[in-house]
């Protein structure tokens, strides 16, 4: 059956240091994954998107990488600041449709 | 603040009503996608329309449908609610040029009782 995972459980980190959130994904053929910030009662926040020949993408503090052969997509925040806190989404298209499916998301606290 | 509107914030209903609810997109963008995100839970796609005809479906009932109008704002309806859907409905908007990157509204809170 076809799954996209992330980790249910919150993550707590000190501030300063390296935030990584897991995506993992069966069963999909995605041409781009894409990462996502949602704070409480609000809509997600479009961060990254990475495409299915691509290995890494970098902007300002995030890194997200994508990993076809392991079904693996990493997110990373540097110099975590507690305004990071909230819940990170990863999504991906299946085969090129535009047409997104979403991970449960994982909440990250980034603790002062 | 991404540009794209959605209306209203909050809604009530009681089960077996129907609702409305609607989205202004990004100016531009031509495509509009709807989700339903239960509390806890990622968004699931219902639908897609581009240039007002349906592009793709999700796993939902025919009870869900839309409308995308010629100055592309759309409308989600949904009749004999259910308490199951009560949710936060969002629509996400694309540009033909960039269809990959979709940015949201700030959704609707829809609550049945």
């Known amino acids: 059956s076809q799954k996209i995972e992330q980790n249910s459980e919150a993550l707590n980190i000190q501030e300063g240091k390296t935030a990584t959130l897991t995506c993992n994904y069966t069963?999909?053929?995605?041409?781009?994954l894409q990462w996502y910030r949602q704070d409480p009662g609000r809509g997600p926040v479009f961060l990254l998107l990475i495409r299915e020949n691509e290995k890494e993408k970098r902007k300002e503090r995030l890194k997200v990488t994508f990993d076809t052969t392991l079904k693996q997509s990493l997110f990373h925040i540097t110099a975590s600041q507690p305004a990071d806190s909230a819940t990170y989404l990863c999504a991906l298209d299946n085969s090129g449709t535009y047409k997104y499916i979403f991970g449960t998301g994982t909440r990250l606290k980034v603790l002062a | 603040e991404t540009g794209v509107t959605q209306s209203p914030t909050h809604l009530i209903k009681t089960r077996g009503q129907q609702v409305t609810l609607r989205c202004s997109s990004q100016s531009g963008h031509n495509t509009v996608s709807w989700y339903q995100q239960a509390l806890g839970q990622g968004p699931q796609f219902i639908f897609q329309?581009?240039?007002?005809?349906?592009?793709g479906r999700g796993n939902f009932p025919p009870r869900f449908s839309g409308l995308q109008f010629p100055n592309y704002s759309s409308e989600l309806n949904v009749n004999a609610l259910e308490l199951d859907d009560s949710a936060l409905y969002l629509c996400?908007?694309?540009?033909?040029?960039?269809?990959?990157?979709?940015?949201f509204g700030p959704g609707t809170r829809l609550l049945v009782l």
């Open positions: 069963n999909y053929s995605p041409a781009y």
């Open positions: 329309y581009y240039r007002e005809e349906e592009n």
């Open positions: 996400a908007s694309s540009s033909d040029d960039r269809e990959e990157t979709q940015y």
